[in-house]
């Protein structure tokens, strides 16, 4: 099944860049999709997009398509999630997941559920 | 885009009791359906894939029933542990997405 490790909580001013990590281990990293979750505070799950370690394919929702960057490294197993300019409303928890099954298997145009999830990353952004 | 609403937002329940959760998509999304349970301060934990089949290690008194665009989530004998925020997320349609949630609370 395997293990995603997040990087620690960051605070950050309005303008400011930062790059967030997200560690696998405990399965084949390049052959599954990992994608990433926005859940602000006291609110819901908010599907942000995937990327493909194998070969660096990427998809955003349209939400987020413009606002992040989701990259990877296969060298280092890892997944990242940056932005260039922070907002005040970035302020929330950001998850890393992967896609589930034993097999890498896409279903229908969403691809598929996450499991395992990271532990989650807490992004605060106040001036 | 497809649209999930979970119903209700908050369920009473007592201990032992059964409880419904619904989800409802805005158009089919086939059996494409996960189900997660979140504890406060936790990451979500997937509970159903493919609309009804359990993940690993997860308990039999958790069933998942549907397809198209109802889905229901059951619990059958609700334990202490199973008091949590419950979500829907369908991958059949671009882009997936989450529904709003149900708490499931004590009565």
């Known amino acids: 099944e395997g293990q995603l490790v997040q990087s620690g909580a960051e605070v950050k001013k309005p303008g400011e860049s930062l790059k967030i990590s997200c560690k696998a281990s405990g399965y084949s990293f390049s052959r599954y999709w990992i994608g990433w979750v926005r859940q602000m505070p006291g609110k819901g799950l908010e599907w942000m997009g995937i990327?493909?370690?194998?070969?660096?394919?990427?998809?955003?929702s349209p939400a987020f398509q413009g606002q992040v960057t989701i990259s990877a490294d296969k060298s280092i197993s890892t997944a990242y999630l940056q932005w260039s300019s922070l907002k005040a409303s970035d302020t929330a928890m950001y998850y890393c997941?992967?896609?589930?099954?034993?097999?890498?298997?896409?279903f229908g145009e969403g691809g598929s559920w996450f499991d395992p999830w990271g532990q989650g990353t807490l992004v605060t952004v106040s001036a | 885009e497809v649209v999930m609403t979970q119903s209700p937002a908050t369920l009473s329940v007592s201990p032992g009791e059964r409880a419904s959760l619904s989800c409802r998509a805005s158009?089919?999304?086939?059996?494409?359906l996960a189900w997660y349970q979140q504890k406060p301060g936790q990451a979500p934990r997937l509970l159903v894939y493919g609309a009804s089949t359990r993940a690993t290690g997860i308990p039999a008194r958790f069933s998942g029933s549907g397809s198209g665009t109802e889905f229901t989530l059951t619990i059958s004998s609700l334990q202490s542990e199973d008091f949590a925020v419950y979500y829907c997320q369908q991958y059949n349609n671009w882009p997936p997405a989450f529904g709003g949630g149900t708490k499931v609370e004590i009565k």
């Open positions: 990327i493909y370690p194998g070969d660096s394919d990427t998809k955003y």
């Open positions: 997941g992967k896609f589930g099954g034993d097999e890498p298997i896409w």
């Open positions: 158009q089919s999304v086939s059996n494409y």
